[in-house]
């Protein structure tokens, strides 16, 4: 964490906070049904909010209170410790550097003037891979820098989603959506007592799965991927057609139902 302000520097000024999910939430006016992306809500959340009432030591060495703009950058490594800063007992395996796995939470609840609560009803575009680089300290990583002068950039790649669909904290039902690679999506619901794994690999069924995201998204499992441009010219090619795919699908986002839509 990075605090920008006025004042004298201050060694709090940069520290690291531990967090086990990164808890976003859906930007704009909440009574706003306007569509927004999670790229906008993650710009909110990393690189967009203001922090008020610290104490910093001003030009005359006076102790004041000043506002200051909070960035947020990723540290691409497990780390073993909590919340709290406690270091955590485990093994090496616990902390793998491939296949990290990035648990985000859409907040589609907020409370009203008497404090109750109320669901945001945003349709928020869940994109299958996001532009990650200006999120990540890359300087930090765990992995020594390559030296063969070709950069690493890093992206997410959607793995796993859980949706709630209700309107109540209090109830609801979930249905959890995994991805694999060579068979496409699968949905999980306990309460379809026919068909409880439904399998999604045409371009009508994967539409339907992201509108679904769009509206219902919950939790969301994004794995953090390294890429190293010029090496890997396939999945570059194939990250080009889902960015142009997602362009066109944020494009027709609202149609006469509001539903989101590929083309």
């Known amino acids: 964490m990075h605090l920008f302000h006025g004042a004298s520097a201050d060694a709090n000024d940069e520290r690291v906070i531990t967090e086990r999910l990164?808890?976003?939430?859906?930007?704009?006016?909440?009574?706003?049904?306007?569509?927004?992306?999670?790229?906008?809500?993650?710009?909110?959340?990393?690189h967009d909010s203001v922090v008020s009432g610290i104490?910093?030591?001003?030009?005359?060495?006076?102790?004041?209170?000043?506002?200051?703009?909070?960035?947020?950058k990723l540290l691409p490594f497990y780390s073993a410790s909590n919340e709290q800063g406690e270091k955590i007992k485990a093994v090496e395996s616990h902390?793998?550097?491939?296949?990290l796995i990035l648990p985000l939470v859409l907040k589609r609840y907020g409370?009203?003037?008497n404090l109750q609560p109320f669901r945001i009803n945003k349709n928020v575009y869940i994109p299958?891979?996001?532009?990650?680089?200006?999120?990540?300290?890359?300087?930090?990583?765990?992995e020594p820098?390559?030296?063969?002068?070709?950069?690493?950039h890093y992206r997410l790649k959607l793995r796993s989603v859980v949706c709630h669909y209700g309107n109540k904290l209090s109830s609801g039902h979930y249905k959890g959506f995994t991805l694999d690679d060579e068979e496409g999506w699968f949905r999980l619901d306990d309460l379809d007592s026919n068909e409880r794994v439904t399998k999604f690999n045409s371009l009508q069924g994967t539409t339907m799965l992201f509108n679904e995201f769009s509206r219902h998204g919950y939790l969301l499992f994004y794995e953090l991927q390294r890429v190293h441009p010029g090496i890997v010219d396939e999945e570059l090619a194939i990250e080009h057609d889902y960015h142009v795919a997602q362009n066109l699908q944020f494009v027709e986002f609202a149609d006469k139902k509001n539903n989101c839509v590929l083309q």
């Open 55 to 72: 104490n910093r030591v001003d030009d005359d060495f006076r102790q004041t209170e000043v506002s200051a703009w909070q960035v947020l």
């Open 95 to 99: 902390f793998p550097t491939t296949n």
């Open 22 to 46: 990164i808890q976003v939430s859906i930007p704009g006016d909440p009574m706003d049904e306007t569509p927004v992306s999670l790229e906008e809500a993650l710009v909110n959340y990393f």
């Open 111 to 113: 409370y009203n003037d």
């Open 145 to 152: 820098p390559c030296h063969c002068g070709i950069d690493v």
């Open 128 to 142: 299958p891979f996001v532009n990650f680089n200006g999120f990540v300290n890359s300087d930090a990583a765990d």
